[in-house]
Structure formats: structure tokens, C-alpha cells
């Protein structure tokens, strides 16, 4: 049987090269996304500036289970603790802060960290030329001593901590890793310790064993004696003391991962299921004829599974590499875009393979089993009468499958609008639903094909004549095969219909929240580390402007009795929020808003109890506790929800330390062209700060919100392209088929135009369905979706996009069918007949 299963992939290629190719993308895509989970759960960044230590101890990167979003520095008393542990041969601190170097009033390597003398040997870095720094003296790495043009002995300018400072080149040292590592400056440790404000806190800890201390056993040593003051760090994990914050962006790929993942597990088992079901339909006159020579029952089924196994374990071996690089593309989405640092290290071991080739080969033996069940069983002389034309297709299992995909996919629906808060996790709940309904509707597609069908048959005949004449007979009768072309078709449309309105909604809703959330003109921008005390003053005594505010953003996290969720945190200047930011039915002061206070929307005083003159618990994104005194209430926004914090008070718990943004409001009636001349003179005394109007300011918060835009339609474009492939094969593989038909055809009197147009009329019925079905399938999407984020059943977006998807997707039905068909009929008639049908 299996000489046989071998034989007949030979000489069956064009269903078998189909069912491959669903298997072969299948697996990649599951894999690929398999490869996202891995990454996602490791987390892990290979060293670079702690290259030159095994074991890192850094400080506590989350607060109840939640990641933290900024640095928390650990206490010194910790360093004492790590050089007490018996094998530690040496412990080294670290220490990070913003310094740049400015030449001509420009930064000069923007982004670069100062930190101690001492720390230089955890990269490695050892003196190139000079001596280690003292009091008022600095010592530049190679590549910022290059780019600045520093000398041993000179001096050189430097924004510190967003103050200006003049210190002495001592040195200049350079990096031994071979590596290219964020540029570094180095201070004697007690000047940094200074410059930093860091109370005597570090970083991290770099360790180094005694001789003969295996490092697994000092890491656990370690970790006993810190407990739980800080975490420590080996291997690959490394690298994540140098990315405060890092861990945050945990939850966001792993969330990805899982939600497109289950996404592409579906569509994967649907698309290889119907190719392969399709398949075996089309070869029923073939089963007939071997059950009507004596071969059994069981040995239909064994070649039927023989071939399926033989075709999974290629596909399967083959897609490893494509899901490698598959996986990497889809990473380099989320790293380009923001998503996740770049020095995580994409992961795919064998899990993520394990678990695409499982999905894969499951659909294709589950098919196999299903659709060769009644090929196996049918009685011979029943079977071969049985295998001219297929009508029968509905079954209990068939129909309880379809109940099943359906009721869950409403049932999440459902989830959405009742259940699910406007959040991160929102599409988590909307989007699979069109996925589960779409297959539940395609599950019943011969059905409701047929009933359609019907339902337009007069309209269709009275403006297409005989060549709607003969693809209604066709589609009457050939329900099932029709059926088997519309599915996938439903996928397509349902999927990315759902998928593109859910973002598009998000956008519209985000843009115009933040739109009217802010209102400042301008906002000064810093790239050196943030802006020091004064320069709000400078700007708010600018000639026609209303008001200045520094800005700064963190998440933190409240916990007052019920919430324990994070929570946006904005720190401002109470002496210019309400100009340049929308805060609606103020209750008390905001001009109290200074020390340890805070004000919040009127909702969010609700949620966790308190009033004007309580004090609300809170932990800082650093996981600093505090307790601010709310002074005001404002209206809520549900789009933007935040706490409002003194910006001196919210500062020093971010990981800049510093407010990086100034948001600027002009008086009604001010020139702006003066108003932008004198934003330019307090830009050029500020190195590394940049100008943006309000215009650019929408923008760059749109260029915010797309970076999930760009991970998510990077994904559901492999998707989309997944199912736009089953589509191909779908269409190719049963036109194809119908070769001898159409030769039948053409032999009793039809001309190549009047096929060409019964299939042109069969494509249109083709797209009708399927637009209808693809569209109310992905209306359990959209509609909760928009009822949460816009409090409307008709997403935000252009109607362009519904119209390119059903452009699209009319693209493939008549490319896949009436392109293979003009092909076949450049063959003789009396050749094609003779094919069987």
C-alpha cells in the first residue's frame, strides 16, 4: 500500500503540489510565530557593555508580577552583601546617566552614557592613551574622542544630568569586546556618583568567581544572599541589566505571539484541511474504481493516510528554514518598529518547530481520515455511481464542527462588548472572532451556496444568457465544488476585513483623543538626557506665549483597593498644565499640584476611592512606593487615562531622570514667527533639543500608535497571504479538474468564449457569496470593536479599504480560474474530453 500511495503522488501532481504547498507555508507561518512566543518568553540580550562578567546583578525589574518601565537602582548595602558571598573574587558597580558630548552647540553622538571609572573593565575597556580620570576630569571612548575631535588635554564640553559642564580629557580608552556598544564616558566614582544624584545607589553589579568557582554555583549563591532586593543575571540574560524597561515589552510580544499565533494555527488546519479534502473529493471516481476491484476499506484508508504522511513529513522538514527566516522578518518588525529592544535575541528552537509541524500534520491527517472516511466505506457499485457528481455533504460531525466555530466566535463577540475594558487586550477577544466564524460559515458554505444560487438565479439569467445559463446548472448541481471555492475566499475577506477595520478604529479613536487632549502649539524635544529646572522658566517668559509645561511619561501602577492595574503616569508643571493640556470640570486646584500631590479624572477618583485631600497609594514605574495627596479631579477621557503628577516629583523615578519634553501654548492673537524665533534662541543654548509644531506633535503620536499598526499589519499580512495562497490553490486545482468538462463542452458546440464566460459568471457567484459571507463574518469583529473604542457599530476608516480587500480578492478568483482555463483550452478539444472528470 505504500508502493502505491508513492505511485500515485507521481502520477497525481497538481492536487498533491497544492496540498503541499498549504502544508509547506502552514507549518512556516506556525513556526514563525512559534519563534515570536520563544523570544517573547526568554527575553533574552546578549551582553555588551557587561560583556566582560558571567554574573550581573541588577536591580528588580518588576512589581507584583508586572514588568517595570523604568531603571530601580539598587542600594549599596547590596554590594556589600555580593562581596561577602564566599567565591566572589570580585564585585564591581556600575553606574548609568545621560552626558553628551557638544561641539559647536551640537550633541555629538546624542544618546551616550556617562558612568564610573571602575565600571570600564565589565565591558571590557582599558586606557588607549592618558590616565583614569580625577575631579573635573573625563575619559572619552575611541569612537566619541574620533567624532568629537578630543584630545588627551583638552577640554571638552559636555550636557550632564541636561546641565552644561566643561571638564579635562584624562584619557581615552577602548572597547575590547569587537563589538559596537552605546558611546561612553567615564568619571572618577565619586563625580559620577554626584553627577548621577543617585543617593550612592547603582545599576548593577558585574561579578567576577575566584579561581575555580564554577559560576553556576555562584550565581546560586548569589541569588540566596540578595534574595529579593535584585535580580542576577547569566548567560544571554545579561544584556537586560543594560535595558531598563525592557521586560515591559515582554507582555506586548508574547501577547502577539499568541493572539496572531492561534490566529495562524486556525487558518493553517482550515487551509490545509479544505486543499487536502478538495483533493480527495476530486479523485472519488478514482476510489470508486479501487473499491469496485476488491481493494478493502482498510486499504483506502492506508493509502490515503500513506500519501498524506509521506506529503506532512516534506513539507514539514522542509518549512524549518523558511519559519526560521519567516520568524526573523516578522522580529524585525517589532524591532524596527519600537515594539522591543534590538538587542533581544530572536529564539526558535525546537518547540516552535515542534508545534508548527504538529499543526500541520494534525490538519492533514484529521482531513485525510474525514474526507476518505466515506470513500473507504461506500459500498463499490454505490461509489462509483456516487463519484460522477457529489452532492451529498452534510454530515452530523460536519454540522456540529460548524455550530461549534460559530456559537464561539459570537460568544466572543459577546466577550468584547460586556466584558472587556478599552485596552491593550482588547483585540485579543474581537479579532479571532471573525477568524471562528468565517470557518463555521465555510463549514456551511454548500448550503448556503446552493441557497443563493436560487435566490439570484433569475437576475443572473435574464443579463448573462446561455453562458449564465450553463454556470447556474453548474453551480446547481456542483454546489459542493463551488462551495470548496468559496470557503477560503470567506477566510480572506473575513479575516482581513475584521483585521483592518479593528486597526483603523484604533487609529481614528487615538488620533482625535490626542488631538483634543493636547493643546499646545509646540513642544521642545530633548535628545541629551532632558532638560534642566530653568529652561520651562525661559520659555514661559517668552513675549505671546500662554503658558509652558514640562512633560514626562511613565507607567506606574496604583494600589488602591480594587485596582492593582498600571496606570499612565504624566508629570507637568502646575503653573502651565491647563494651557497646554485639556482638563475638563476641574474640581479643586491644579495650581496645587506641586510636592507630593496628584490629580485624576473624576472616573478614576471613583474606581479607587478616594477624594480631594485623600492620599493615593501608588508605586512609581522604578517601583518606588508613594502616597500624593490628590488635589484635583477632571473630566474623564476613556481614550486618555492617566495620573498628573509634578514633574520634579515624577522625574527623578524615570529612568532619564529628567523631563525629556516641553509642551508650549501661544496666546490667541501671538506672531508665531517670533514666537518661533525666540524657541529657536532657548533651542540653540539647550544642545540636542529639537522644535516641533503642532502639527508634527499629532504626528509623532501617530508614528507612537503605529508601532503595533506596523507589527500587527506585518503579521496579518502573512496571514492574509496564507489565506490568499489556499485561495490559488483552491481555484487552480478545481479548474484545472474541470479540464474535460470544458473540453465536453466545446466538442458539443460551445466556443471558447462562451466557457470563458460561463466561468466569468461562475466567478461573479463565486464573489457574491463570499463578499457576503467574508463581511458578516467579519462583523464580529468590527462591531463590538467599534462599540468599545468609538461607542458606534460602523468602524472608522475608509470605505477604500473594504473595497480593495473585495478587489483583491475578485483578482484571484478570476486570475485562478479564468487564466488556467484559457491555458487548457489551447489544447484540442477531443484531448481534454478525454481526461477524466
Same mark, same amino acid.
Given at each position: 500500500?505504500?508502493?502505491?500511495?508513492?505511485?500515485?503522488?507521481?502520477?497525481?501532481?497538481?492536487?498533491?503540489?497544492?496540498?503541499?504547498?498549504?502544508?509547506?507555508?502552514?507549518?512556516?507561518?506556525?513556526?514563525?510565530?512559534?519563534?515570536?512566543?520563544?523570544?517573547?518568553?526568554?527575553?533574552?540580550?546578549?551582553?555588551?557593555?557587561?560583556?566582560?562578567?558571567?554574573?550581573?546583578?541588577?536591580?528588580?525589574?518588576?512589581?507584583?508580577?508586572?514588568?517595570?518601565?523604568?531603571?530601580?537602582?539598587?542600594?549599596?548595602?547590596?554590594?556589600?552583601?555580593?562581596?561577602?558571598? &564566599?567565591?566572589? $573574587?570580585?564585585?564591581?558597580?556600575? #553606574?548609568?546617566?545621560?552626558?553628551?558630548?557638544? +561641539? /559647536? @552647540? !551640537? *550633541?555629538?553622538?546624542?544618546?551616550?552614557?556617562?558612568?564610573?571609572?571602575?565600571?570600564?573593565?565589565?565591558?571590557?575597556?582599558?586606557?588607549?592613551?592618558?590616565?583614569?580620570?580625577?575631579?573635573?576630569?573625563?575619559?572619552?571612548?575611541?569612537?566619541?574622542?574620533?567624532?568629537?575631535?578630543?584630545?588627551?588635554?583638552?577640554?571638552?564640553?559636555?550636557?550632564?544630568?541636561?546641565?552644561?559642564?566643561?571638564?579635562?580629557?584624562?584619557?581615552?580608552?577602548?572597547?575590547?569586546?569587537?563589538?559596537?556598544?552605546?558611546?561612553?564616558?567615564?568619571?572618577?566614582?565619586?563625580?559620577?556618583?554626584?553627577?548621577?544624584?543617585?543617593?550612592?545607589?547603582?545599576?548593577?553589579?558585574?561579578?567576577? &568567581?575566584?579561581? $575555580?568557582?564554577?559560576?553556576?554555583? #555562584?550565581?546560586?549563591?548569589?541569588?540566596?544572599? +540578595? /534574595? @529579593? !532586593? *535584585?535580580?542576577?543575571?547569566?548567560?544571554?540574560?545579561?544584556?537586560?541589566?543594560?535595558?531598563?524597561?525592557?521586560?515591559?515589552?515582554?507582555?506586548?510580544?508574547t501577547i502577539l505571539a499568541a493572539v496572531f499565533g492561534s490566529w495562524a494555527v486556525l487558518i493553517v488546519m482550515f487551509g490545509v484541511a479544505s486543499t487536502l479534502g478538495l483533493s480527495l473529493q476530486q479523485r472519488a471516481h478514482e476510489m470508486a474504481l479501487l473499491r469496485?476491484?476488491?481493494?478493502?476499506?482498510?486499504?483506502?484508508?492506508?493509502?490515503?493516510?500513506?500519501?498524506?504522511?509521506?506529503?506532512?513529513?516534506?513539507?514539514?522538514?522542509?518549512?524549518?528554514?523558511?519559519?526560521?527566516?519567516?520568524?526573523?522578518?516578522?522580529?524585525?518588525?517589532?524591532?524596527?518598529?519600537?515594539?522591543?529592544?534590538?538587542?533581544?535575541?530572536?529564539?526558535?528552537?525546537?518547540?516552535?518547530?515542534?508545534?508548527?509541524?504538529?499543526?500541520?500534520?494534525?490538519?492533514?491527517?484529521?482531513?485525510?481520515?474525514?474526507?476518505?472516511?466515506?470513500?473507504?466505506?461506500?459500498?463499490?457499485?454505490?461509489?462509483?455511481?456516487?463519484?460522477?457528481?457529489?452532492?451529498?455533504?452534510?454530515?452530523?460531525?460536519?454540522?456540529?464542527?460548524?455550530?461549534?466555530?460559530?456559537?464561539?466566535?459570537?460568544?466572543?463577540?459577546?466577550?468584547?462588548?460586556?466584558?472587556?475594558?478599552?485596552?491593550?487586550?482588547?483585540?485579543?477577544?474581537?479579532?479571532?472572532?471573525?477568524?471562528?466564524?468565517?470557518?463555521?460559515?465555510?463549514?456551511?458554505?454548500?448550503?448556503?451556496?446552493?441557497?443563493?444560487?436560487?435566490?439570484?438565479?433569475?437576475?443572473?439569467?435574464?443579463?448573462?444568457?446561455?453562458?449564465?445559463?450553463?454556470?447556474?446548472?453548474?453551480?446547481?448541481?456542483?454546489?459542493?465544488?463551488?462551495?470548496?471555492?468559496?470557503?477560503?475566499?470567506?477566510?480572506?475577506?473575513?479575516?482581513?476585513?475584521?483585521?483592518?477595520?479593528?486597526?483603523?478604529?484604533?487609529?481614528?479613536?487615538?488620533?482625535?483623543?490626542?488631538?483634543?487632549?493636547?493643546?499646545?502649539?509646540?513642544?521642545?524635544?530633548?535628545?541629551?538626557?532632558?532638560?534642566?529646572?530653568?529652561?520651562?522658566?525661559?520659555?514661559?517668559?517668552?513675549?505671546?506665549?500662554?503658558?509652558?509645561?514640562?512633560?514626562?511619561?511613565?507607567?506606574?501602577?496604583?494600589?488602591?483597593?480594587?485596582?492593582?492595574?498600571?496606570?499612565?503616569?504624566?508629570?507637568?508643571?502646575?503653573?502651565?498644565?491647563?494651557?497646554?493640556?485639556?482638563?475638563?470640570?476641574?474640581?479643586?486646584?491644579?495650581?496645587?499640584?506641586?510636592?507630593?500631590?496628584?490629580?485624576?479624572?473624576?472616573?478614576?477618583?471613583?474606581?479607587?476611592?478616594?477624594?480631594?485631600?485623600?492620599?493615593?497609594?501608588?508605586?512609581?514605574?522604578?517601583?518606588?512606593?508613594?502616597?500624593?495627596?490628590?488635589?484635583?479631579?477632571?473630566?474623564?477621557?476613556?481614550?486618555?487615562?492617566?495620573?498628573?503628577?509634578?514633574?520634579?516629583?515624577?522625574?527623578?523615578?524615570?529612568?532619564?531622570?529628567?523631563?525629556?519634553?516641553?509642551?508650549?501654548?501661544?496666546?490667541?492673537?501671538?506672531?508665531?514667527?517670533?514666537?518661533?524665533?525666540?524657541?529657536?534662541?532657548?533651542?540653540?543654548?539647550?544642545?540636542?533639543?529639537?522644535?516641533?509644531?503642532?502639527?508634527?506633535?499629532?504626528?509623532?503620536?501617530?508614528?507612537?500608535?503605529?508601532?503595533?499598526?506596523?507589527?500587527?499589519?506585518?503579521?496579518?499580512?502573512?496571514?492574509?497571504?496564507?489565506?490568499?495562497?489556499?485561495?490559488?490553490?483552491?481555484?487552480?486545482?478545481?479548474?484545472?479538474?474541470?479540464?474535460?468538462?470544458?473540453?465536453?463542452?466545446?466538442?458539443?458546440?460551445?466556443?471558447?468564449?462562451?466557457?470563458?464566460?460561463?466561468?466569468?459568471?461562475?466567478?461573479?457567484?463565486?464573489?457574491?457569496?463570499?463578499?457576503?459571507?467574508?463581511?458578516?463574518?467579519?462583523?464580529?469583529?468590527?462591531?463590538?470593536?467599534?462599540?468599545?473604542?468609538?461607542?458606534?457599530?460602523?468602524?472608522?476608516?475608509?470605505?477604500?479599504?473594504?473595497?480593495?480587500?473585495?478587489?483583491?480578492?475578485?483578482?484571484?478568483?478570476?486570475?485562478?480560474?479564468?487564466?488556467?482555463?484559457?491555458?487548457?483550452?489551447?489544447?484540442?478539444?477531443?484531448?481534454?474530453?478525454?481526461?477524466?472528470?
Amino acid at each position: 500500500m505504500w508502493l502505491l500511495a508513492l505511485r500515485t503522488l507521481k502520477f497525481r501532481k497538481t492536487g498533491f503540489i497544492a496540498t503541499f504547498v498549504a502544508m509547506f507555508l502552514g507549518a512556516a507561518i506556525v513556526m514563525a510565530c512559534g519563534g515570536l512566543m520563544e523570544t517573547g518568553v526568554r527575553m533574552a540580550a546578549p551582553p555588551q557593555r557587561l560583556a566582560g562578567v558571567p554574573i550581573v546583578v541588577t536591580g528588580q525589574q518588576t512589581y507584583d508580577s508586572t514588568a517595570l518601565t523604568e531603571r530601580n537602582r539598587i542600594d549599596p548595602g547590596v554590594l556589600d552583601t555580593v562581596k561577602a558571598v &564566599p567565591g566572589v $573574587g570580585s564585585a564591581i558597580p556600575d #553606574l548609568s546617566f545621560p552626558a553628551t558630548v557638544v +561641539v /559647536g @552647540g !551640537k *550633541a555629538v553622538d546624542a544618546g551616550s552614557q556617562g558612568h564610573t571609572w571602575t565600571s570600564a573593565g565589565l565591558t571590557p575597556y582599558t586606557l588607549a592613551q592618558g590616565a583614569a580620570p580625577g575631579s573635573g576630569q573625563v575619559v572619552l571612548d575611541s569612537k566619541l574622542a574620533a567624532d568629537s575631535g578630543a584630545a588627551v588635554g583638552s577640554s571638552v564640553q559636555l550636557t550632564v544630568h541636561g546641565a552644561p559642564r566643561t571638564f579635562t580629557v584624562s584619557g581615552v580608552a577602548q572597547q575590547n569586546t569587537g563589538g559596537t556598544i552605546q558611546p561612553s564616558l567615564f568619571f572618577s566614582d565619586s563625580q559620577a556618583q554626584q553627577l548621577a544624584g543617585s543617593d550612592g545607589k547603582f545599576d548593577s553589579i558585574g561579578v567576577l &568567581p575566584a579561581p $575555580g568557582v564554577p559560576v553556576a554555583t #555562584l550565581k546560586q549563591a548569589v541569588s540566596s544572599a +540578595v /534574595g @529579593g !532586593k *535584585a535580580m542576577v543575571l547569566t548567560g544571554e540574560r545579561r544584556g537586560l541589566a543594560d535595558l531598563p524597561g525592557t521586560l515591559s515589552s515582554q507582555q506586548t510580544v508574547t501577547i502577539l505571539a499568541a493572539v496572531f499565533g492561534s490566529w495562524a494555527v486556525l487558518i493553517v488546519m482550515f487551509g490545509v484541511a479544505s486543499t487536502l479534502g478538495l483533493s480527495l473529493q476530486q479523485r472519488a471516481h478514482e476510489m470508486a474504481l479501487l473499491r469496485a476491484i476488491g481493494t478493502t476499506s482498510r486499504q483506502v484508508r492506508r493509502m490515503i493516510l500513506g500519501e498524506t504522511a509521506v506529503l506532512s513529513v516534506l513539507a514539514t522538514a522542509l518549512a524549518i528554514a523558511p519559519g526560521f527566516v519567516i520568524g526573523k522578518l516578522l522580529y524585525g518588525q517589532l524591532t524596527g518598529n519600537g515594539v522591543v529592544s534590538k538587542q533581544i535575541a530572536f529564539h526558535q528552537g525546537w518547540i516552535p518547530i515542534t508545534a508548527g509541524a504538529f499543526a500541520a500534520i494534525a490538519a492533514a491527517v484529521g482531513a485525510a481520515l474525514f474526507a476518505g472516511r466515506k470513500a473507504a466505506r461506500t459500498k463499490p457499485v454505490a461509489a462509483l455511481a456516487e463519484s460522477t457528481l457529489q452532492t451529498k455533504w452534510l454530515t452530523t460531525t460536519r454540522l456540529l464542527l460548524a455550530l461549534f466555530f460559530m456559537v464561539n466566535g459570537v460568544m466572543l463577540s459577546v466577550i468584547t462588548v460586556t466584558v472587556m475594558t478599552d485596552g491593550p487586550t482588547l483585540a485579543s477577544t474581537a479579532g479571532p472572532a471573525s477568524v471562528l466564524f468565517a470557518i463555521g460559515l465555510a463549514l456551511l458554505a454548500p448550503g448556503i451556496t446552493k441557497a443563493i444560487v436560487v435566490a439570484v438565479s433569475w437576475p443572473v439569467r435574464a443579463l448573462s444568457g446561455l453562458s449564465g445559463y450553463m454556470a447556474l446548472r453548474n453551480a446547481t448541481t456542483n454546489n459542493v465544488r463551488m462551495a470548496g471555492a468559496v470557503a477560503p475566499i470567506v477566510l480572506l475577506i473575513g479575516v482581513a476585513t475584521g483585521t483592518l477595520y479593528m486597526q483603523s478604529t484604533e487609529d481614528h479613536v487615538s488620533a482625535k483623543s490626542y488631538s483634543s487632549n493636547v493643546l499646545a502649539d509646540y513642544v521642545l524635544d530633548s535628545s541629551t538626557g532632558g532638560f534642566a529646572p530653568g529652561v520651562v522658566g525661559s520659555v514661559r517668559s517668552i513675549p505671546g506665549v500662554a503658558g509652558a509645561s514640562e512633560l514626562v511619561s511613565s507607567v506606574g501602577f496604583v494600589d488602591a483597593a480594587g485596582s492593582g492595574n498600571t496606570m499612565d503616569l504624566r508629570g507637568v508643571s502646575a503653573d502651565g498644565v491647563q494651557q497646554t493640556i485639556a482638563l475638563d470640570s476641574l474640581t479643586g486646584s491644579i495650581g496645587d499640584l506641586r510636592g507630593n500631590t496628584v490629580a485624576l479624572s473624576d472616573k478614576q477618583a471613583k474606581n479607587f476611592g478616594v477624594h480631594i485631600g485623600d492620599n493615593l497609594k501608588i508605586h512609581f514605574g522604578d517601583g518606588t512606593a508613594a502616597d500624593p495627596r490628590v488635589v484635583a479631579t477632571y473630566a474623564d477621557n476613556p481614550q486618555e487615562e492617566y495620573l498628573l503628577l509634578p514633574s520634579d516629583v515624577l522625574a527623578p523615578h524615570t529612568t532619564a531622570g529628567l523631563p525629556t519634553k516641553i509642551l508650549v501654548r501661544a496666546d490667541a492673537n501671538a506672531d508665531l514667527g517670533r514666537i518661533q524665533s525666540h524657541l529657536d534662541s532657548v533651542a540653540a543654548a539647550v544642545p540636542g533639543t529639537a522644535i516641533a509644531d503642532r502639527s508634527t506633535l499629532t504626528s509623532s503620536n501617530n508614528q507612537i500608535q503605529q508601532i503595533l499598526v506596523a507589527s500587527n499589519y506585518t503579521i496579518v499580512a502573512m496571514i492574509v497571504g496564507y489565506a490568499a495562497i489556499t485561495v490559488i490553490n483552491t481555484l487552480v486545482a478545481v479548474t484545472r479538474k474541470r479540464q474535460g468538462e470544458f473540453g465536453l463542452q466545446r466538442l458539443t458546440g460551445a466556443t471558447k468564449a462562451q466557457v470563458l464566460g460561463m466561468l466569468s459568471v461562475e466567478g461573479v457567484l463565486v464573489a457574491v457569496i463570499a463578499t457576503v459571507l467574508g463581511t458578516i463574518a467579519s462583523a464580529t469583529t468590527i462591531v463590538p470593536y467599534s462599540l468599545v473604542k468609538a461607542h458606534s457599530v460602523l468602524p472608522q476608516g475608509s470605505i477604500g479599504i473594504y473595497l480593495a480587500i473585495v478587489g483583491g480578492a475578485l483578482v484571484l478568483i478570476f486570475g485562478a480560474t479564468l487564466l488556467p482555463s484559457w491555458r487548457g483550452m489551447r489544447t484540442p478539444p477531443i484531448e481534454t474530453a478525454r481526461s477524466p472528470a
